[in-house]
């Protein structure tokens, strides 16, 4: 928020004239106070997330029953080989996403995040269609409105509370997994990767890779959520900074330890991998139940309903912002951007828990299993697409600062992307590989079953959304593609406080052991 001085009023009222001259005062106070230049003409949201939540919730975020399920059908359909290599690619993209990303959400931390971004340096239809496909693909469980009917606070700590539940549950399975491996349990024995060796550990070729891909993406998902919070958080450059370097090794770390145990563990031929229902499915149930071990499988149970709930609330809190950014920007009716005195965008959130609730009961009709493989596949497919739109949006915002000759990346703890464009260009290399997989695996190796358009489909249905809704959005509303040189580097800007510059100057005076734990503190 603008402070209340003459110099603030100065620049809201050049922000409707020239953003050049606007962008000059924010630069002569930027090293004086902290400044916030919101829009709010339809409310805005309360700064509520403290650092510690950001902390704690990046550290459990989107870690759900993806990494339960998705990772026995994988091994099923790809073997530990091909699994391995497919989740090792996608977890690598949540680095890329997370540098390129972070680096506009902390200079401008608005809730819309990559949707408004996209809006102002890319083009209006490009932020139309992938705005449209990430409030769409999200499944949520209705007991979750309770939780946004209070303010956001309660939202942030029930998220922490939950994260703090799934690092636990995750400790657990890593030393589950030596234990079996070792031979734990009454029925256990030592496994020495006989399950590498003795069955193919790439089944299916590529077209075994491509599955594997496609659901460790669904897996680990897109980490836009982290992002969406840097709207919504006290110190955006200090919570936003430690979350780009948390995320990253949280999720290469849960992901890839799994799967190389389930790869040890479970052979690929085991029917119990397609053939169970919800947890039953898991490689690390199966483990467990061969070992003999009883009790485990209740604690994942409960561990699965616990990471089901924090990502239903999840994709409430993301889509309903999302919605949010589309109407404030106008490329949907402006009335769903009011956000009442409580920081809840009202009319978002009820479209959002409407359409949960008709999603949720759809998945029980007798059909519901194919609406949600229909719905699977659309989030898969709009998370990598969506990484290639945050890669076009971040070249397009360094065009923007050369164009504008803005200093914003050489100010006082400015934070930039590690060698930029390093993790873009990687970004969009993997997601590039991500589109072909998709491709493959809807037409199918042809050599062994025939092609059948509604398994095309329903792989790409994800691509045909957000591809259509763009191209229909520019052509009805003929949308410009943004220039560069009058791009907009003014609205949301946000430079550091003296408080927060503070904060920043103590926390790097620390020696490396005392900000090393800064990542492991969980209170």
């Not at 230049?37 to 309360?46: C, Q, S």
């Not at 460790?216 to 919070?229: K, L, R, S, Y």
């Not at 930029?420 to 809807?442: E, F, K, N, Q, R």
Request: some cysteine; overall charge neutral.
């Amino acid at each position: 928020m603008l402070p209340k001085t003459h110099d603030a009023d100065q620049i809201g009222r050049k922000l409707d004239g020239s953003k050049e001259n606007g962008l000059q005062e924010v630069q002569s106070l930027k090293e004086s106070q902290a400044i916030d230049i919101e829009d709010d003409r339809n409310g805005k949201f309360h700064r509520s997330f403290t650092p510690r939540q950001v902390h704690i919730i990046s550290l459990g975020s989107n870690i759900g029953s993806g990494v339960f399920i998705g990772t026995g059908k994988a091994l099923a359909l790809g073997g530990p080989g091909n699994m391995v290599i497919a989740y090792l690619a996608v977890c690598s993209c949540v680095w890329a996403v997370l540098q390129t990303l972070f680096e506009m959400t902390i200079a401008f931390p608005t809730s819309g995040n990559f949707i408004d971004y996209t809006d102002r340096w890319v083009d209006p239809a490009l932020a139309f269609g992938a705005g449209f496909a990430e409030w769409l693909v999200t499944i949520f469980i209705v007991v979750t409105a309770a939780i946004f009917f209070l303010p956001n606070k309660a939202f942030a700590w029930f998220e922490y509370i939950t994260s703090l539940i799934k690092v636990a549950l995750f400790v657990l399975i890593i030393i589950l997994g030596i234990a079996l491996v070792a031979g734990a349990g009454p029925e256990g024995s030592v496994h020495d990767g006989s399950n590498w060796t003795e069955l193919p550990a790439f089944k299916n070729g590529f077209f075994g890779f491509a599955n594997c891909a496609l659901l460790a993406t669904w897996a680990v998902g897109d980490q836009v959520f982290i992002g969406i919070m840097g709207g919504e958080a006290e110190s955006p450059r200090f919570s936003m900074g430690h979350a780009a370097k948390l995320v990253p090794f949280r999720v290469n770390f849960v992901f890839m330890a799994s799967v190389i145990f389930i790869g040890i563990l479970v052979p690929s031929n085991d029917d119990r991998l397609l053939g169970g229902s919800g947890v039953t499915a898991s490689p690390f149930i199966i483990a467990v139940n061969d070992a003999g071990i009883s009790g485990i499988p209740d604690i994942l149970n409960a561990g699965m309903i616990t990471g089901i709930l924090a990502i239903a609330a999840e994709g409430v809190y993301l889509s309903s912002r999302v919605l949010r950014t589309m109407a404030h920007q106008k490329l949907i009716p402006e009335v769903l951007a009011k956000v009442d005195s409580r920081g809840r965008p009202r009319w978002a959130l009820a479209i959002t828990l409407a359409t949960s609730i008709l999603l949720t009961y759809l998945n029980l009709t007798p059909g519901g299993i194919t609406a949600f493989n229909w719905l699977v596949s659309i989030t898969s497919a709009s998370f990598f697409v969506n990484w290639m739109i945050i890669c076009l949006t971040s070249w397009r915002f360094h065009q923007a600062l050369v164009a504008q000759n803005d200093s914003l990346l050489s100010e006082v703890y400015a934070w930039k992307s590690w060698m930029w464009p390093t993790a873009p260009g990687w970004l969009m290399t993997v997601s590039t590989l991500l589109l072909v997989s998709c491709i493959a695996a809807g037409v199918g190796d042809l050599r062994v079953t025939d092609f059948d358009i509604k398994v095309f489909l329903q792989y790409m249905v994800g691509i045909i959304i957000i591809v259509s809704f763009t191209l229909a959005y520019k052509i009805i509303m003929r949308t410009p593609w943004r220039d560069p040189k009058t791009a907009d580097l003014v609205t949301g800007r946000r430079t550091l406080s003296e408080a927060e510059i503070s904060q920043l100057d103590a926390y790097y005076s620390m020696p490396r052991w005392r900000r090393f734990g800064t990542y492991v503190q969980v209170w």
